[in-house]
Every structure is written in structure tokens, then in C-alpha cells.
């Protein structure tokens, strides 16, 4: 993993359900969707 690369991704989530969505979508459903980062494995905050 290079210096430049993120520790987190993006991911579109449906307020609603709470199901994973694409990003273009959950943008694109503004009102009924949110777009967060998700820590990547091993990048979290829990402790091991």
C-alpha cells in the first residue's frame, strides 16, 4: 500500500433500509440516501 492511497472508500447507503448502494445512486437519490466512508479492513476504529 503506497502513502498516497486511503485508508477509507466511499459507499452510498440507503437511510431507509441501511443497504449498501452504488455511489452514482445514492447522489443521484439525495433525499433517501447517504454517501460515507467505510474504514477499509484493518483501518477502523475497533481494537484487536
Known sequence: MS???PKATLKGRSA???RF???E???RQS???VVERVPKPGY???KK
Request: hydrophobic residues 15%; positive net charge.
Open 16 to 18: 431507509i433500509t441501511g
Open 31 to 33: 433525499n433517501t440516501s
Open 44 to 46: 477502523g476504529t475497533s
Open 25 to 27: 445512486e445514492a447522489r
Open 3 to 5: 502513502k498516497n492511497e
Open 21 to 23: 448502494k452504488t455511489v
